[in-house]
């Protein structure tokens, strides 16, 4: 087994990819490594004509999906929008190393990201020494993408400051990136196209301007419909992680993901399940992926330092860590939800004691 602790989509899959480029007989957009029907088998995973199977990488609306792949087709940007936790930046990369067969060419957007990072900066030493010319030039990956008809990603799109967003601009208008210094340009190759992420929720995000927000098509990523598909995308995700970390122990009882997330929803939608009981929500972000890693976090207890098999009291460590972000104000819901719903819960009677014990 490699021993790098997280293999790129592309690499990871590298067989899956393979697989579908051999079954894929339909029309590629020029410089795509599979067609936009296979980059859909890619992420909603299926079963080719000579059996081999795809893994899914995206659970939910299939339609969601295909409007993203068809978007990227076009000579609009993709951007994937929602609240945390849903998926966005799992999507971007997948999509990217199925469409370009390269997912590393990447932007992380923060508040300092500047102008020459989304442009290109200069090897110092080489332009002192020389000058500016193309060889002192450092493209940023967006310039790579341009200049080999791939697809570029720029992740939190809405933390870089408004003005250097701009510099998006012009690149995604005129599929072009000027260098004034050298008097030239990079013109985009076909196949060239950006996804972004953005999320609603956090703090410190600007606005998108509406000149950028009008080059790009959103797709919504919402966060699972039902209980039972948002089970079946921690169980999954849980399972792969395990093996990738390679934790001792069995994969986790169906049992006890659906306990966690049934904690996470109930406590998001300010309700229990059935309806009957109000509650309080918490201030913390109670995604898929927080729920993902309680469990993670938890099958690492019982491996480790129990006998493999995830139980309650490994469970009820991260849970409060995950529920509990504010000390006083969230404390108070997760006291109540303990008192007024685990406790009444005749099944849940472990899971309560030994949430009682954390307290
Ligand atoms: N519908 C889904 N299908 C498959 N995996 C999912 C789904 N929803 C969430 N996940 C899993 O949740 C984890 C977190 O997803 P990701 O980091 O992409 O979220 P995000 O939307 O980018 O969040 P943020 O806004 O915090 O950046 C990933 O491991 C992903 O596999
Ligand atoms: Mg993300």
Same mark, same amino acid.
């Given at each position: 087994?490699?021993?790098?602790?997280?293999? %790129?989509?592309?690499?990871? *899959?590298?067989?899956?990819?393979?697989?579908?480029?051999?079954?894929?007989?339909?029309?590629?957009?020029? +410089?795509?490594?599979?067609?936009? /029907?296979?980059?859909?088998?890619?992420?909603? #995973?299926?079963?080719?004509? +000579?059996? *081999?199977?795809?893994?899914?990488?995206?659970?939910g609306n299939?339609?969601l999906?295909?409007t993203a792949?068809?978007?990227? =087709?076009?000579?609009?940007?993709?951007l994937l929008f929602g609240v945390?936790?849903t998926?966005k930046?799992?999507?971007?990369? %997948?999509?990217?190393?199925? &469409?370009?067969?390269?997912?590393?060419?990447?932007?992380?957007?923060?508040?300092?990201?500047?102008?020459? @990072?989304?442009?290109?900066? /200069?090897?110092?030493?080489?332009?002192?020494?020389?000058?500016?010319?193309?060889?002192?030039?450092?493209?940023?990956?967006?310039?790579?993408?341009?200049?080999?008809?791939?697809?570029?990603?720029?992740?939190?799109?809405?933390?870089?400051?408004?003005?250097?967003?701009?510099?998006?601009?012009?690149?995604?208008?005129?599929?072009?990136?000027?260098?004034?210094?050298?008097?030239?340009?990079?013109?985009?190759?076909?196949? *060239?196209?950006?996804?972004?992420t953005a999320n609603n929720?956090?703090?410190?995000?600007?606005?998108?301007?509406?000149?950028?927000?009008?080059?790009?098509n959103t797709v919504i990523l919402p966060v699972?419909?039902?209980?039972?598909?948002?089970?079946?995308? &921690?169980?999954?995700?849980?399972?792969?992680?395990?093996?990738?970390? @390679?934790?001792?122990?069995?994969?986790?009882?169906?049992?006890?993901?659906?306990?966690?997330?049934?904690? *996470?929803?109930?406590?998001? +939608?300010?309700?229990?399940?059935?309806?009957?009981?109000?509650?309080?929500?918490?201030? =913390?972000?109670?995604?898929?992926?927080?729920?993902?890693?309680?469990?993670?976090?938890?099958?690492?207890?019982?491996? %480790?330092?129990?006998?493999? &098999?995830?139980?309650? #009291?490994?469970?009820?460590?991260?849970?409060?860590?995950?529920?509990?972000?504010?000390?006083?104000?969230?404390?108070?819901? /997760?006291?109540?939800? @303990?008192?007024? &719903?685990?406790?009444?819960?005749?099944?849940?009677?472990?899971?309560?004691?030994?949430?009682?014990?954390?307290?």
């Amino acid at each position: 087994m490699s021993q790098t602790l997280r293999q %790129h989509a592309e690499q990871q *899959f590298a067989e899956e990819l393979e697989e579908l480029k051999k079954a894929d007989n339909r029309e590629r957009p020029e +410089n795509w490594v599979l067609s936009p /029907w296979a980059v859909a088998e890619y992420l909603m #995973g299926g079963t080719l004509a +000579n059996g *081999f199977q795809v893994s899914a990488k995206y659970i939910g609306n299939r339609r969601l999906m295909e409007t993203a792949i068809a978007t990227l =087709a076009t000579d609009r940007a993709l951007l994937l929008f929602g609240v945390p936790g849903t998926a966005k930046s799992w999507v971007s990369e %997948h999509l990217a190393a199925a &469409v370009s067969g390269d997912s590393t060419l990447l932007i992380q957007g923060t508040a300092g990201t500047s102008e020459e @990072q989304l442009r290109y900066g /200069w090897n110092y030493a080489e332009l002192l020494a020389k000058g500016p010319s193309k060889a002192a030039l450092v493209p940023s990956p967006l310039m790579r993408a341009m200049e080999q008809g791939k697809t570029a990603r720029v992740e939190e799109l809405t933390r870089i400051p408004a003005d250097v967003q701009d510099t998006l601009i012009t690149i995604l208008s005129e599929k072009s990136l000027p260098v004034p210094e050298l008097g030239s340009e990079t013109q985009a190759v076909r196949g *060239f196209n950006v996804i972004a992420t953005a999320n609603n929720r956090d703090k410190g995000i600007n606005e998108l301007s509406s000149a950028l927000k009008r080059r790009f098509n959103t797709v919504i990523l919402p966060v699972p419909a039902s209980e039972d598909e948002e089970v079946s995308i &921690v169980s999954k995700r849980v399972a792969e992680l395990g093996r990738a970390l @390679q934790l001792p122990g069995e994969p986790p009882a169906l049992k006890e993901v659906r306990r966690v997330v049934q904690i *996470f929803r109930e406590l998001r +939608n300010g309700q229990t399940e059935d309806g009957k009981t109000k509650l309080k929500t918490s201030s =913390a972000t109670l995604s898929t992926a927080e729920a993902i890693s309680v469990i993670n976090s938890g099958m690492a207890l019982a491996g %480790h330092f129990g006998d493999g &098999v995830l139980r309650a #009291g490994d469970i009820a460590a991260s849970l409060v860590g995950a529920i509990v972000k504010d000390p006083v104000q969230d404390a108070v819901v /997760w006291r109540e939800y @303990q008192e007024t &719903v685990m406790k009444e819960r005749s099944d849940w009677k472990d899971l309560y004691r030994a949430c009682r014990e954390q307290n």
